[in-house]
């Protein structure tokens, strides 16, 4: 039975079921961020405190289901339509057991759905960290359990069906850069799945009353096991989709596929021991610890990102020099299509994790330096350059390839899709920025009340805090209007968007309905060969010399931060 | 177009990597061994760093020590909390609970007290304004460090981790004299 479509815009090949759970995870996951941005729109209006929208009880509830829609739900089921695709599509083979794979999506499904209902019940408002001896209701943590479950079976069909490509010889060599990073991102994930099991279930038994005590920092180094390495399979899959679109929009060929993929391994390696950042201030661990996790385990994998970070604008100068764009420094970056969200979106992406998040997040990880920064809300602002501007981002400019390629359908209002990353790009920059200067005023994050209403005594924070949580917050407005943009042009083509032949359909393709077997004419795809091989062009100086001047900014950038940061630390009250 | 094809070479590994990625590579490694030092570095010659001395306790035995302390040396209240002025390099202690930081402290001037902290039921963050000193109160854990308050005034203690619906209201204080 023929059972693959061949793509006739992209060329890619997509086997049925492979496609159904593509769409099916990628739109949960969208359902999951519009509901986060609804909710942030609750956080937010009550952040800024000349407006302080919600009440007390409201706000924690809605802070509580904004950070586990958006991180958990939104970005793990939209990970798993990125595994089914980097396995099945980008290797040309059959999905293995699809039934499993439904399965696991259900659970995931039900997981959410659970966990949600606890949120919104009000009596589980305890942050997406859960941090015992706070308790939530024990649906509340089955409902994570039971996600978790799931995506650990979806990543399990996902390395079957890497061992099917290679058992029905799909592809000629080794597997892609792409996949290969797709790889990186699922071990990461059993991992992740593993802390989380190994803390959410005591923490489930312990709410229903079958075990009477669990120690709270025990919690924290475990759970973090879990918050912290959840966070590399997010890097290691947007660093994945930049690569992807990089290919796809230029050509890009990865400046070395040796170094990139040892810098993927370095993920596998270090990244999930790196979670101590996490709990530098916590009574009790030890300095060697600490300064080996953060250092040995963290830095190794922050010089994988940094590899990326010149490899992947490396790759994409490279193929644009090759067509000749070869005009100064940046006549390839000038030239680049600013115009096309699928690249706007990337680069964006790429720019922002790199100068914010990853610049931020080595700063706070710091052994001392946490002192200054723990628990403000400089915390959550590095982390929406990392996982909004950075990941988010990165999975809305694949959408937009998506759209067509995988849903077949033609994107509706091509202008908002082109606004789109600036809008929600730029406002999220401006969100971040400002939060980190309120943070670094020490205002508090998971907090209702900068002015502290009602408590016994006072404090005031400066002037000027307040006037960066107001710029902050109209920043984190824009925000929204660019998440709702990218809502409208998705939600819009898949509903309304004009269909492209041949086409799968987007409800038939997973209700059963009777499909045309014309669109699935495929029986077998020819094997996957390797790329061509290109002449080599021996030039002395550098391929990328742009690049690499964004890089030396980048270092630039990080060491003037770095050391301002220790500065300020030294201003504070000794201690030891 | 290799991003999302198989390498064109079959033995990928082989393939002599370019000199700008070996720079780069060199340089960012250089850049966190330098950060790695830092840390080492700053335990040697900087004021700023976290004691790892800890032990662990019970909402009972720390709040007995915390009483203690209290009966000893109060020297007055505010808002109903004593105030407590505990003699120059002694034993001091706070303990955050629903939704209060406990007691109020006064200290002097660069002079240097051991600091013990716990909390009695949740987790709360202990977080110093303005100076902006931030640490982690996890209850069963007496958190002790020496601190050597080097600016006279008056600071707040906000609970910078969500203890639940009166977070907002934890607020505590400690006064500095020179
Ligand atoms: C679209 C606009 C968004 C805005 C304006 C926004 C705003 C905020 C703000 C202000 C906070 C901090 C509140 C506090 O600590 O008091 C927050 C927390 C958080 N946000 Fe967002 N956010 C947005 C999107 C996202 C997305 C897309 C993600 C994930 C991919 C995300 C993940 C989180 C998480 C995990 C937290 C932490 C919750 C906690 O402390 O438990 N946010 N958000
Ligand atoms: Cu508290
Ligand atoms: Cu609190």
């Not at chain 1, 396995?87 to 499904?109: E, N």
């Amino acid at each position: 039975m023929a059972e693959f479509r061949e793509c006739p815009d992209s060329g890619f090949y997509f086997h049925k079921s492979a496609e159904s759970l593509m769409k099916i995870n990628a739109v949960t996951g969208v359902v999951a961020l519009l509901v986060a941005g609804l909710l942030a729109i609750g956080v937010i209006l009550t952040r800024w405190q000349e407006v302080h929208w919600l009440p007390a009880d409201k706000f924690y509830m809605v802070l509580t289901g904004h950070g586990i829609n958006a991180l958990i739900f939104w970005i793990i089921f939209f990970e798993m339509a990125i595994l089914h695709f980097a396995a099945s599509t980008l290797l040309r083979c059959r999905l293995a057991t699809p039934r499993w794979a439904w399965a696991g999506y259900f659970l995931m499904l039900i997981g959410a759905i659970m966990n949600n209902v606890a949120v919104f019940s009000g009596n589980s408002s305890v942050m997406m960290t859960s941090y015992v001896p706070m308790q939530a209701e024990p649906h509340f943590y089955l409902g994570l359990i039971l996600f978790a479950v799931g995506a650990l079976i979806q990543v399990f069909v996902f390395f079957g069906t890497l061992v099917v490509a290679q058992q029905e010889k799909t592809y000629e060599g080794s597997v892609p850069l792409v996949t290969f990073g797709a790889i990186t991102a699922a071990i990461i994930a059993v991992f992740t799945i593993a802390s989380g099991a190994i803390i959410l279930i005591p923490t489930f038994l312990w709410s229903i009353g079958y075990i009477s005590h669990i120690d709270a920092e025990m919690y924290r180094v475990i759970w973090w096991g879990l918050g912290h390495s959840s966070q590399q399979i997010n890097v290691s899959a947007h660093v994945s989709v930049w690569y992807l679109l990089a290919g796809i929009l230029f050509g890009a060929k990865p400046m070395s596929e040796k170094v990139s993929r040892f810098a993927f391994l370095l993920y596998i390696f270090f990244l999930q021991l790196a979670s101590a950042h996490h709990i530098l201030v916590d009574p009790g661990i030890s300095t060697e610890w600490k300064i080996f996790n953060t250092s040995y385990a963290m830095y190794l994998a922050v010089l994988a990102s940094m590899i990326h970070g010149l490899t992947v604008p490396g790759a994409i100068e490279v193929a644009q020099r090759k067509k000749g764009l070869t005009k100064g420094l940046y006549e390839w970056l000038r030239k680049a299509p600013w115009g096309n969200p699928v690249f706007s979106g990337m680069f964006i992406s790429l720019v922002t994790f790199g100068f914010i998040g990853g610049i931020t997040g080595v700063v706070m990880g710091t052994e001392q330096i946490n002192l200054i920064i723990h628990n403000t809300i400089y915390v959550p602002a590095h982390f929406h350059a990392t996982v909004v501007t950075g990941t988010t981002l990165a999975f809305m400019a694949l959408t937009y390839l998506l759209i067509p390629v995988l849903f077949r359908r033609q994107m509706i209002l091509p202008w908002v899709a082109k606004m789109q990353p600036y809008v929600f790009g730029g406002g999220m920059t401006i969100m971040i920025l400002f939060m980190l200067g309120a943070g670094t005023l020490g205002v508090s994050r998971r907090h209702w009340d900068m002015d502290f209403a009602g408590a016994l005594m006072a404090f005031e924070y400066p002037a000027i805090a307040y006037t960066l949580m107001a710029v902050g917050a109209i920043g984190g407005l824009l925000g929204i209007l660019g998440g709702g943009m990218y809502l409208l042009v998705t939600v819009g083509s898949l509903l309304f968007g004009k269909k492209l032949e041949p086409s799968a359909g987007f409800l038939e393709s997973f209700v059963g309905k009777a499909l045309d077997p014309s669109v699935y004419s495929v029986k077998k795809p020819d094997l996957l060969a390797m790329a061509p091989k290109e002449e080599e062009e021996h030039t002395s100086g550098f391929e990328a010399p742009g690049t690499f001047g964004l890089a030396m900014l980048l270092l630039v950038t990080f060491v003037v931060y770095y050391f301002i940061n220790w500065k300020y630390l030294a201003s504070v009250w000794p201690l030891g | 177009m290799t991003s999302f094809l198989p390498p064109a070479e079959r033995i990928w590994w082989k393939v002599p990597v370019g000199r700008q990625e070996l720079i780069w590579i060199a340089i960012a490694l250089t850049w966190c061994i330098i950060m790695f030092l830092m840390m080492p570095i700053w335990h040697v010659y900087g004021k700023q760093n976290l004691s790892t001395e800890a032990y662990q306790t019970t909402p009972a035995k720390f709040g007995a020590k915390v009483e203690e302390m209290v009966s000893q040396y109060k020297v007055g209240e505010e808002a109903g909390v004593p105030i407590v002025e505990p003699p120059v390099g002694s034993d001091v202690y706070m303990l955050g609970r629903l939704w209060q930081w406990y007691p109020v402290l006064k200290l002097k001037k660069d002079q240097e007290y051991r600091l013990h902290l716990s909390s009695m039921d949740w987790q709360h963050g202990w977080s110093l304004q303005p100076d902006n000193i931030n640490l982690q109160i996890v209850p069963g854990y007496d958190m002790v460090l020496k601190i050597t308050p080097d600016k006279a005034g008056e600071y707040g203690v906000v609970c910078n981790e969500y203890c639940g619906i009166g977070h907002h209201t934890m607020v505590g204080k400690i006064y500095v004299e020179e």
